[in-house]
């Protein structure tokens, strides 16, 4: 089986919610959307306070070419244009509507049937996928139409679909698979014809062993002008890195400061490729998301589909609350995710999981001194000396940090997973990659 | 053999400094001799307060400058500045000193703390986290990125309240801890006798509301002390008040109205109780 050469770690995957099918979440009485769910510059506002809105209707247009379009999750009155306060702290323009109803715009196709014929010509396709918000949902939200767009000098020959979900705990993509497996496929043959190419490989991890046979009975129906396969993958984090997925499956290597598309593959999230499924066959723009709500000591983890701008708080007691003795909630996976104050902040499309985990999981431990183990080096996907920049980082030695290629830096975090001294290495390299980045911007 | 040995050590020695002569006057660096003067005037802490590399570095932007305007050495003040102007033949500006001051209270018993953080001490990696363990996003972490930055010794981490506190007598107003904060909650200001200062202690810029509900303490932008204020030395932006310290002239009745007590005054004699009230209604 194969997997990615340098590096990567094997957290225990604890993925308790793999055979919970997905629940939705009931539709609140009052939304609220951020305007800033993508990389880029966020959407411009095109409604106003008092202005009815249906499902589906786009409430912000892309602010810029790397943007995206933001539509509204419910039908309603749009209560005020304001910004909000994430659980983070930090403040996001937003849309507030207060729902009334559940009535979807015109042309929206809501049901369920399958529509496997796909007419639309490939600037039809991705004129379509921009209008519709759909952003990498694999979690840096890199708007897909760009993605589709490579560079004149990068010529495209394979789509890579990441079904690896890597990161612990996670099931939502494995779920999605399971119960929308035909829709995925459609949705790779629409995006092979949106890049004009006829191969497709499909990665998935080796722990979803249900969703790579299911996969691979359904391949014979879709294969027909076109080459798409299932590649079981080796368990090793952080192989839905995108860099990382290339390697592994086609060996290839994106070298530093490069695009990877100059590799000549795509690589697109399964929840992305569902997005465009939905987008061009049924004319439905981003307006739910998956997710997965889960913890050791939850009472009924689960897999939820919920309506953007729903407070993640909804999902949390459909589980039975916060368990008592929760000492970190993770917005995430565990590995890269973010700690949350609260889950009163809106679902968006950034949104992947609420990882609810204890004190024995989440304590950090005594940091000391650096061991010169060189545990981090072996541990790194992406060939660096982790200890070496921690260190630099925390000297603000900016100079030697560039030249040690601190901006190659995934922030996987296999580094702070691996290191037996507890130091805290992506805390400090984040720190000075954000440095170094800021400086090489301004010169 | 003894004598060979000196003979050819000697002339040895002899072509050497000569060579070393020769290369000397060709590849010499004309350097003018003020930049050595100019240098021997600054303080030498190299802080970068004045916008230069170190002080070397505005050294050679002095000597190179047509006039001293926008020039100034914020540790040494008008008195060095007048120095290099001596030296260099130019009239150097009165400069005003200034003092840091943290527009954060920081004091945890008035501000709900909602979590607790584990990670690195560092405000910087902190901040790039989340905004802090109290529900307020423009409050002081805490963690002393300021104190580390400062080279003079005027800040320190109060051990019982947690908060940051300014020694008005260290502090030279070089600006090291504004740029360090990640907050941006620290802000230099005019330095007055005996150390005195009257200013809003909060940057919380939320409706307020919302800053309450954040805070105890923190400028809800009532408006009371742009009214209470003769000197129209207080504006409100973005709800949070802001005191002008070239209109202030130290009256302290805007910190007596403050409902959050927002407005702090440091450094002055204790107010008797009611005794200028009465002054001012005789005034009247």
Not at chain 1, 203 to 213: H, Q, T
Not at chain 1, 280 to 295: D, F, H, R
Request: with cysteine.
């Amino acid at each position: 089986m194969i997997t990615f050469k340098v590096g990567g770690v094997h957290p225990h995957d604890n993925k308790i919610t793999a055979s919970v099918p997905f629940k939705k979440v009931a539709v609140p009485t009052e939304v609220t959307i951020p305007l800033d769910q993508h990389i880029g510059a966020p959407a411009k506002p095109i409604v106003a306070a008092g202005d009815k809105v249906k499902v589906g209707q786009m409430i912000g247009e892309p602010g810029g070419f790397v943007s995206a379009a933001v539509h509204s999750s419910v039908s309603g009155t749009v209560k005020k244009v304001d910004k909000f306060r994430d659980a983070w702290g930090t403040y996001h323009p937003c849309v507030i509507i207060t729902v009334e109803g559940d009535e979807w715009l015109e042309g929206i196709d809501t049901t369920d049937t399958l529509i496997t014929e796909c007419t639309a010509e490939p600037k039809e396709i991705i004129d379509k996928i921009s209008k519709s918000g759909i952003v990498g949902l694999g979690g840096a939200c890199f708007p897909t139409q760009v993605k589709l767009m490579p560079p004149k000098d990068c010529t495209i020959d394979t789509l890579a679909v990441n079904a690896v979900e890597c990161e612990p705990y996670l099931t939502h993509n494995h779920r999605l698979m399971l119960e929308k497996g035909d829709e995925v496929m459609v949705g790779v043959q629409i995006l092979l014809k949106a890049l004009g190419i006829k191969k497709a490989i499909i990665g998935v991890e080796n722990n979803k062993k249900d969703a790579i046979e299911y996969l691979k009975s359904l391949l014979p129906k879709y294969t027909k002008d076109c080459d798409i396969k299932v590649v079981p993958l080796k368990m090793k984090y952080p192989q839905g890195g995108e860099k990382q997925l290339i390697q592994a499956l086609t060996g290839r290597i994106v070298r530093s400061g490069a695009l990877p598309a100059s590799t000549g593959v795509v690589v697109q999230n399964v929840a992305t490729v569902f997005a465009v499924y939905e987008a061009v066959q049924k004319n439905k723009p981003i307006v739910e998301i998956s997710l997965t709500v889960t913890g050791k000591k939850v009472k009924e983890p689960g897999n939820f589909i919920m309506r953007i701008g729903t407070p993640l708080s909804a999902a949390v007691e459909m589980v039975g609350g916060i368990p008592d003795g929760t000492e970190k909630l993770i917005c995430g996976g565990p590995m890269m995710g973010k700690a949350m104050i609260s889950t009163d902040t809106p679902a968006n499309k950034r949104t992947s999981a609420v990882v609810m985990i204890d004190e024995s999981e989440a304590k950090r431990g005594k940091e000391s001194n650096c061991a010169r183990c060189g545990k981090c080096i072996d541990a790194c996907p992406m060939g660096l000396e982790p200890y070496l920049l921690g260190t630099l980082s925390q000297r603000n030695m900016f100079d030697e940090l560039e030249k040690h290629y601190v901006y190659d830096c995934i922030e996987c975090g296999c580094c702070t997973f691996t290191c037996p001294c507890n130091r805290p290495l992506l805390d400090y390299i984040h720190q000075g990659k954000a440095n170094v980045m800021m400086i090489m911007k301004n010169r | 053999m003894v004598l060979t040995s000196i003979i050819v050590l000697a002339v040895i020695g002899l072509v050497s400094a000569v060579l070393l002569y020769v290369l000397l006057q060709k590849f010499k660096v004309e350097e003018d001799p003020r930049i050595d003067q100019v240098q021997s005037c600054l303080p030498g802490a190299n802080c970068g307060g004045c916008g230069s590399a170190g002080c070397r570095n505005f050294a050679e932007r002095c000597v190179k400058a047509d006039s001293l305007d926008g020039l100034l050495c914020p540790v040494g003040g008008t008195e060095t500045m007048k120095n290099i102007g001596a030296i260099l033949g130019m009239t150097a500006a009165e400069s005003t000193p200034m003092v840091a001051v943290i527009k954060c209270q920081t004091i945890c018993n008035n501000r709900p703390t909602t979590n607790k953080y584990d990670g690195v001490r560092s405000c910087k990696i902190s901040q790039a986290v989340y905004s802090g363990e109290s529900t307020c996003p423009y409050s002081c972490l805490g963690f002393g990125d300021c104190v580390e930055a400062c080279q003079f010794g005027a800040l320190s981490i109060d051990a019982e309240t947690g908060s940051i506190k300014v020694d008005g007598d260290k502090c030279t107003g070089c600006g090291s801890c504004v740029k360090s904060c990640p907050k941006h909650i620290i802000e230099l200001r005019k330095k007055w006798p005996k150390n005195r200062q009257i200013y809003v202690k909060c940057s919380n810029t939320d409706k307020g509301a919302i800053a309450r509900k954040d805070c105890e303490n923190a400028c809800i932008g009532c408006s009371k002390c742009v009214k209470e204020c003769q000197f129209e030395a207080i504006t409100i932006t973005d709800n949070l008040a802001h005191i002008d310290t070239t209109k202030c002239r130290l009256c302290r009745k805007c910190a007596s109205v403050c409902p959050t007590g927002a407005i702090v005054v440091e450094n002055f004699p204790v107010i008797k109780p009611k005794e200028p009230d009465k002054k001012e209604e005789a005034g009247a």
